[in-house]
């Protein structure tokens, strides 16, 4: 199969605050993760997340040494668990001998121990585009799909405030049981373009974003870094953002759009959040 490999090592907010604009994009924004007929892969230091783009077109791609070697194990999952949302055409991926159809906006989490896997697209003139995120894992859970309609729906923000969206949770342990990856996507209403306003930080857990569904000329800016030293990326559709432990993550949009955020680390409570006093944002 095709596969690009990266690592992206942790960076301390004492080196993310003297870097350049470019620096910050080449250690913070992902840029590239759908190519048709690839599998671009992204290492992080940040609680060993890997993130991942999987884009079959004719033919299926398949997960194979590239990813294992890159975490020193016989197969990906030897030692970790995997999840992900299709944001493109309808698709399937099969996973030991099971094969899951995946629609648009449908999750699937995979257990420690699945050993082949494979992506395919249904139509590969409307290719199917998996958003994979896997963490290291200490036991097994059953692998299963979860359906837009199985993730838990919740209603946040306000038209006044430019942040009225949908936040579906889909790994969530009301929804089922993972080892550490918590995962979901949230949808902005037309007319609103904030998200995550009022910030907050988990210095417990890291956290990626990958934003899609914008037009092609429009953009997220996206604040990162301490509170009190924000910095900003502008982010297009289908780019991802690896926010470390340290830094806020949040942004706002030339127009509505969606974001997949993903979280590894000490715990799994979405509410474990130290929110952020707004007047102390520099
Ligand atoms: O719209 C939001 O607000 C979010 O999606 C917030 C993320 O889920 C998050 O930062 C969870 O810690
Ligand atoms: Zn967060």
Redesign the pocket.
């Known amino acids: 199969m095709t596969a690009t490999v990266q690592t992206r090592h942790a960076i301390h907010y004492s080196q993310s605050e003297r870097m350049t604009g470019a620096e910050i994009r080449e250690n913070f924004l992902i840029e590239t993760l759908f190519v048709p007929g690839s599998l671009q892969a992204v290492y992080t230091h940040y609680d060993r997340m890997l993130v991942a783009g999987a884009m079959p077109t004719n033919g299926r791609l398949i997960v194979g040494e590239e990813l294992a070697k890159l975490v020193g194990t016989d197969y990906l999952l030897e030692r970790r668990e995997l999840g992900l949302i299709n944001i493109g055409g309808p698709g399937r991926v099969m996973a030991d001998g099971t094969t899951c159809d995946l629609e648009p906006m449908d999750g699937l989490y995979l257990s420690q121990g699945t050993q082949e896997i494979a992506f395919e697209s249904v139509d590969p003139s409307t290719p199917a585009k998996f958003y994979i995120n896997s963490a290291p894992a200490h036991t097994s859970f059953p692998s299963r799909i979860v359906s837009r309609m199985d993730a838990i729906e919740n209603d946040?923000?306000d038209g006044a405030t430019s942040?009225k969206?949908k936040?579906y949770q889909y790994l969530h342990p009301k929804v089922l049981p993972t080892c550490q990856l918590?995962m979901?996507l949230?949808r902005l209403e037309t007319g609103s373009v904030w998200?995550?306003?009022p910030a907050?930080l988990?210095d417990r857990?890291m956290?990626a974003?990958l934003y899609f569904d914008l037009p092609e000329n429009a953009f997220v800016v996206h604040l990162m870094g301490r509170p009190e030293a924000t910095e900003h990326l502008i982010v297009r559709s289908e780019q991802a953002v690896l926010s470390p432990p340290w830094s806020i993550?949040?942004g706002a949009g030339t127009s509505a759009y969606a974001?997949i955020?993903s979280?590894a680390g000490d715990n799994q409570s979405?509410t474990d959040?130290d929110m952020v006093d707004m007047k102390s944002l520099r």
Do not use: I, P
């Open positions: 946040l923000g942040n969206r936040l918590l979901g949230t998200n995550t306003m907050h988990h857990r956290e974003y993550h949040c974001f955020w979280m979405f959040m």
